[in-house]
Nanobody, 122 residues
């Protein structure tokens, strides 16, 4: 299995910034895509941003221009820099990854972690 552990959440005022981190561990040969998701109370989980191993990034429209995803491939870690935070960004933020565990295996999706709570006050 591949485990993911998120950190860096907290309480911040509107307009503030936070930087989230997510480290993947387990049997990992290569991680193709790493991504951030969020789930607010009573809402479905939504994609926030993803990044390929080559550095191509994709963002949800709601966070474009405010959030930046980055990766440290050597550390199997993905980051999410969140600026100009809004109350509607309040959610549990989770990460996941599409992982190749051995050179001859297919892609597997990591096990969801507990996430990290981000609360933005108005």
């Amino acid at each position: 299995q591949v485990q993911l552990v998120e950190s860096g959440g907290g309480l911040v005022q509107a307009g503030g910034s936070l930087r989230l981190s997510c480290a993947a561990s387990g049997t990992i040969f290569r991680i193709n895509v790493m991504g951030w998701y969020r789930q607010a109370p009573g809402k479905e989980r939504e994609l926030v941003a993803t990044m390929t191993s080559s550095g191509w990034a994709n963002y949800a429209d709601s966070v474009k221009g405010r959030f930046t995803i980055s990766r440290d491939n050597a550390k199997n870690t993905v980051y999410l820099q969140m600026n100009s935070l809004k109350p509607e960004d309040t959610a549990v933020y989770l990460c996941n990854a599409a992982v190749i565990r051995t050179p001859n295996s297919g892609v597997v999706i990591g096990s969801w972690g507990h996430g990290t709570q981000v609360t933005v006050s108005s």
